[in-house]
């Protein structure tokens, strides 16, 4: 395993040529096929450049985050061979950071605080009209949300799989403090993979729609945008993708074998049968040699056989 320098903050410790990758799982429920397909498809395009693999744990949104599953996520990756580079970061041990930078954008006037409801955001339509950006707002009298202005289109981008994805209407002030103290997902994945010197996102294509907002914010403070692979994702029926709240089966590390050559599978890298590998790390070597993003299914979900035990616990 390559070691970084113990300082989280790998942008200095790394050449701009670098390829770093990331998965960032959230440790509220263990890993499943879907999220295997993630990691693999991430670490393999990292190894197959011969780049950094980074694993983040995403627990900012603690109230949904279980004990000890972060560990249980970390074994499961072991126990497939994903092994990655350098320490964890955990968004929870990261909250002085992310205020440190909403200060400064409050400073500069660059971000203000809205006590709009959610009934009176339904009233506008669902998206926000930015109508306190003017209003000179504190949280002293109540909790606010703290909001970063936004607005026009969505930046196009070249995705490494779904090829150009247009500009898209799709901008509005967004929330990156909620009212409730949680630092929201849409800001802190940028200010950390700009931390982390991630430039290159291989994720599920359910982020594919806020990848717009994400470069947007990107541009606005003024960091480098990474290169975005969005792939399939595993799902049961149409938009509903393998997840905790639908029963996906935890990944049985007994079957790692197994589990990483369907994960091939379902990524269109049509391996040879498992009968010609002595084990993970062997199949792994093969994988990354088979790798190519190209092969990737340009498809924003893939339907997996809800009634295969593999995928789907029996209810
Ligand atoms: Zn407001």
Redesign the pocket.
């Known amino acids: 395993m390559m070691t970084l320098a113990s300082s989280p903050g790998c942008s200095s410790t790394t050449t701009a040529t670098t390829y770093v990758g990331r998965f960032a799982p959230s440790p509220s429920g263990q890993l499943h096929f879907g999220s295997l397909v993630t990691a693999l498809a991430s670490y393999l395009d990292a190894r197959s450049k011969h780049g950094i693999w980074l694993v983040r744990m995403e627990d900012i949104d603690t109230p949904r985050c279980v004990k000890g599953m972060d560990s249980a996520i970390l074994n499961t990756l072991e126990a497939h061979g994903l092994g990655w580079d350098g320490q964890v970061l955990y968004q929870s041990q990261q909250h002085e950071r992310y205020q440190q930078s909403i200060d400064k954008l409050i400073d500069a006037d660059l971000a203000y605080h ?3 409801t959610r009934k ?1 955001i339904t009233a506008m339509g669902g998206r ?1 009209n930015g ?2 950006r003017t209003k000179q707002l504190s949280n002293q009298a109540s909790p606010t949300a703290i ?1 970063y202005p936004l607005s026009g289109n969505a930046p196009p981008f070249i995705d490494g799989v779904m090829g150009a994805i247009p500009q898209g209407d799709t901008l509005e002030d967004i929330v990156i403090k909620r009212r409730d103290g949680l630092y929201s997902y849409n800001l802190v994945v940028v200010l950390d993979d700009d931390y982390q010197g991630v430039n290159h996102i291989v994720r599920g294509a359910d982020l594919l729609p806020v990848t717009g907002t994400q470069i947007a914010l990107y541009h606005h403070l003024k960091l480098a945008v990474p290169q975005y692979s969005h792939i399939p994702v595993a799902s049961i029926a149409p938009g509903r993708k393998l997840s905790k709240q639908n029963h996906a089966k935890p990944l049985d590390n007994n079957q790692a074998l197994e589990n990483i050559h369907r994960a091939m599978a379902f990524l269109s890298m049509s391996p040879p049968a498992l009968t010609e590998y002595q084990g993970i790390e062997q199949l792994l070597e093969h994988a990354v040699s088979l790798w190519n993003m190209k092969n990737v299914p340009k498809t924003p979900e893939i339907i997996v056989d809800a009634q295969e035990s593999t995928y789907h616990s029996q209810r």
């Open positions: 809205c006590q709009c009176q926000y109508q306190c909001r």
